[in-house]
């Protein structure tokens, strides 16, 4: 087989089942395919534009900033919010693209709520995390130092990498979700800091739930009763 058959059958095996769901459901409603991906994305948007306002920024705040250092209750108050509250120290574009492509691919594969339930497990780890480290400390290979308490945590991000994985998973993309893990590990390496930590934490809690679900899945085949041959 040549190399540039190989490629094919690989790209025909890896992503050839999301690209035929994901191109179909678009033929079919154009953008209206993933309506809640847009409306995520027009949310981020306008957080965006308020939170810059003088009048805006304590509003936003208010609704979406989940701090290490905030009261447990407060911070899971925030965190569903949190997640389309752009960071301020990224550009907004990165944001709502991620948004745009990976929620939407999600929304046509898995459905809206499926799509909203691993995003928020997988930003609900990631702020889980960052507690953990903090009481772990410094020293620890898994801790943080005490500043990271003051780091404002939100974004799409930790939802975004939570997803791919997901999606990946149920599409059998296997080593696409091996190279996001991959790709997240390396970043730390890169660049350590809370929010690499926290991808990887989010990663960690999708792995997790794809575990559970897998397991489940198996354990309601094997209690089907056998149908019964017709004589």
């Not at 929620?103 to 930003?123: D, H, K, P, Q, S």
Request: charged content about 15%; overall charge positive.
């Amino acid at each position: 087989m040549t190399l540039h058959g190989y490629v094919r059958r690989f790209a025909g095996r890896e992503w050839g089942p999301l690209y035929r769901t994901v191109r179909a459901a678009l033929v079919r409603h154009r953008l209206w395919a993933a309506p809640m991906t847009l409306g995520a994305v027009c949310l981020t948007l306008v957080f965006q534009i308020v939170q810059n306002q003088s009048w805006g920024y304590g509003f936003v705040q208010g609704l979406g900033s989940v701090k290490a250092c905030d009261p447990v209750w407060l911070a899971l108050l925030r965190t569903p919010l949190s997640l389309f509250v752009p960071a301020l120290d990224l550009p907004v574009w990165g944001a709502l693209a991620q948004m745009l492509l990976v929620f939407g691919i999600a929304e046509i594969c898995v459905g809206w709520w499926r799509t909203l339930l691993v995003g928020y497990v997988a930003t609900l780890a990631g702020t889980t995390y960052a507690r953990v480290g903090l009481a772990l400390g410094p020293d620890h290979p898994l801790g943080l130092p005490a500043s990271d308490r003051l780091i404002v945590d939100t974004g799409p991000s930790a939802a975004v990498v939570g997803l791919s994985v997901y999606v990946c998973w149920r599409y059998a993309a296997y080593v696409t979700a091996a190279a996001v893990v991959l790709l997240m590990a390396v970043e730390l390496l890169v660049k350590d800091n809370l929010a690499g930590k926290e991808h990887l934490a989010a990663i960690a809690a999708v792995v997790l739930l794809c575990v559970v679900l897998s397991a489940a899945g198996n354990r309601h085949r094997r209690g089907r009763p056998l149908r019964a041959h017709p004589s």
